[in-house]
């Protein structure tokens, strides 16, 4: 017999791994269960899916210690950029107006701190609106900046 198919996600309660989960039991391929004793996800999986951290994704492929894996951008062009993998399906063809990330706070920093959280608020609503200004035209920039060190550390052009 050969080995398991291996996959990567970002994270145990990640908008990717449960996606990864339903497209795979979609396709018939168990992903595994969890329970209240065993919080691994792996009972009963057909498929061995691991955290593996976003910017490390396309070299674990590249090395064949996962033979695939489900991330957000840019990390899976970067598998394109080096020639090593191609996208298969996106999120929003297996959930649509998926939220995919959430600003969380908690509710007592939130009554200790309304003013800030409007603020936040607005910053979040601006900067969406900013992104999807007339034609996309500040992606450019967006990408730009997302790509520095310091943000995602990703190479712009992927």
Not at 41 to 57: E, K, N, R, Y
């Amino acid at each position: 017999m050969g080995r398991v198919f291996s996959m990567g996600m970002v994270f145990p309660v990640s908008p990717h791994n449960y996606e990864l989960r339903y497209w795979l039991a979609a396709g018939g391929i168990n992903p595994g269960l969890y329970s209240a004793d065993d919080t691994s996800g792996q009972i009963g999986a057909d498929i061995l899916l691991s955290v593996t951290p976003p910017p490390q994704m396309p070299a674990t492929l590249e090395a064949g210690t996962i033979d695939g894996y489900s991330v957000g951008e840019p990390w899976n062009q970067a598998a394109v950029a080096k020639g090593i993998g191609v996208p298969v399906i996106s999120d929003a063809a297996i959930f649509q107006q998926n939220p995919e990330k959430v600003f969380g706070i908690t509710k007592a920093f939130a009554e200790e701190n309304p003013n800030t959280v409007i603020a936040l608020t607005k910053a979040i609503i601006r900067a969406q609106m900013w992104l999807d200004a007339d034609d996309n035209a500040n992606r450019a920039e967006a990408v730009e900046i997302l790509s520095r060190p310091d943000y995602v550390g990703a190479d712009a052009k992927v």
